[in-house]
């Protein structure tokens, strides 16, 4: 017992009141870390704000190196409840069961490292019926929800034509990745136009590609959707193409340099803002920080709240990627995506995230729902992958177009498990 007896609050001084009653009693001394078989982390609960020091960083450090299963309740001691931060010092759990309602600083930033296994307890409660929640958290039943079976008859034009708008000298690979994803997660047709003067006249890997200059793609007149950024370089001729592409009426997915762009130049971030077709920002942190005019730090020391300032600022759906990748929308709701593992930090993850939101929005999925939808597919199928023993050390982003296709084409043959009558 580290707290004071005086000092308790009604509930605790009763159950400390109890536990003396029948002959229990306090340590003063930590016991041995082999003689324990289970450690059970009570130390503070969800309105720890402050560092650890102390006495308190002794008990924190006592319990990681004990080499003992520990058990947090609530939130790991030394874990900010709704950031994820760690104040200092925090507990590493192996399983944390956590009272009523998940909290955002488990699912984000350093939560997942530090909760381990996490259960929730309800305690009984209905607690969305009692309290309105402030977020919710991305998970497979959404993909299952948003996607329509397809129709027998039907043709490429019912999936949508998907423009992507990138690959500058020395980065054609990002716009062709994107391509790939699109095209892979069921676009009907996709378009790469490049800003490089020289490019590939075929994808001998993906033929079905249509290679283009950037400037053609952006002339055609069928488009569902454009994804503006994966190599795009920040040249005058890339702020030129980008001007396009936010002066049209159809739905955009920004990232990578379009973001970079939009954050130098307020005359991009003025035409983004005044838009009225929807658009997907997908930054990391580092773009986010820029668009935001802080840093990096400031950005991750409250993941949700920067995302949310993000689709204010910019009047657009945000998914702030990294580990828990935040989707926030303009009215103020927001979600944490539990899928993904650490091999998802490679280069090229992000073009192909970029691609897999512009395919789907080209099938007709709302803008807002295709975000949530994508960032979940994203990190599930690289999760399948790891699962199946490809990763994480070593996972490529090419690898996790094949998987997202599978699980999607999976999902999608269970709603369309109709049994066959013979003829």
């Not at 997915?253 to 929807?278: G, I, K, M």
């Not at 990627?321 to 993904?340: E, L, Q």
């Amino acid at each position: 017992f580290t707290g004071k007896a005086a000092k308790l609050a009604h509930d605790a001084a009763a159950a400390y009141a109890a536990w003396l009653g029948v002959g229990g009693s306090f340590v003063t001394d930590l016991p041995r870390a082999r003689d324990c078989a289970l450690i059970v982390d009570g130390l503070f609960g969800i309105g720890l704000q402050r560092e650890l020091t102390g006495h308190y960083a002794e008990l924190v450090s006592w319990m990681n190196n004990s080499g003992c299963t520990i058990l947090a309740l609530d939130v790991p001691s030394g874990l900010e409840s709704d950031t994820g931060r760690v104040l200092g010092h925090a507990v590493h759990a192996s399983h944390t069961v956590t009272f009523i309602g998940l909290k955002a600083g488990l699912l984000t930033l350093e939560g997942p490292d530090h909760c381990g296994a996490l259960h929730l307890a309800t305690l009984g409660l209905d607690a969305p019926k009692i309290v309105r929640p402030l977020g919710h958290v991305v998970a497979a039943e959404l993909l299952r929800s948003a996607l329509r079976p397809r129709r027998l008859n039907t043709h490429k034009g019912d999936y949508g034509s998907v423009g992507i708008i990138g690959g500058t000298s020395g980065m054609v690979g990002a716009a062709l990745l994107a391509g790939r994803a699109a095209l892979k997660l069921g676009a009907g047709r996709v378009y790469v136009g490049f800003a490089a003067e020289d490019f590939p006249a075929v994808d001998a890997d993906q033929p079905e590609l249509m290679l283009k200059r950037a400037e053609d793609v952006l002339g055609l007149d069928h488009l569902a959707c454009l994804a503006v950024g994966p190599g795009l370089g920040t040249s005058g001729e890339s702020q030129d193409l980008l001007t396009r592409a936010l002066g049209s009426a159809l739905p955009l997915v920004l990232d990578a340099d379009a973001l970079n762009l939009v954050a130098q130049q307020s005359a991009l971030r003025t035409a983004l803002l005044f838009r009225t077709a929807s658009t997907l920002l997908t930054p990391h942190p580092a773009e986010a920080a820029r668009l935001l005019g802080t840093s990096t730090d400031a950005v991750q020391a409250d993941r949700v709240a920067a995302a949310l300032k993000l689709a204010e600022a910019h009047g657009c759906a945000i998914v702030l990627k990294g580990a828990g990748s935040v989707c926030a929308f303009r009215d103020g709701r927001w979600a944490i995506n539990t899928s993904g593992n650490p091999g998802m930090a490679a280069a090229g993850m992000g073009d192909v995230l970029t691609g897999i939101l512009a395919a789907l929005i080209g099938q007709r999925i709302e803008a807002e729902t295709a975000l949530e939808c994508g960032v979940y597919l994203h990190g599930a199928a690289a999760d399948a992958l790891v699962e199946a023993g490809t990763g994480p050390v070593g996972l490529t982003a090419s690898e996790v177009i094949d998987a997202a296709r599978d699980l999607l084409n999976r999902r999608e043959a269970m709603m369309n498990d109709q049994p066959r009558l013979p003829l």
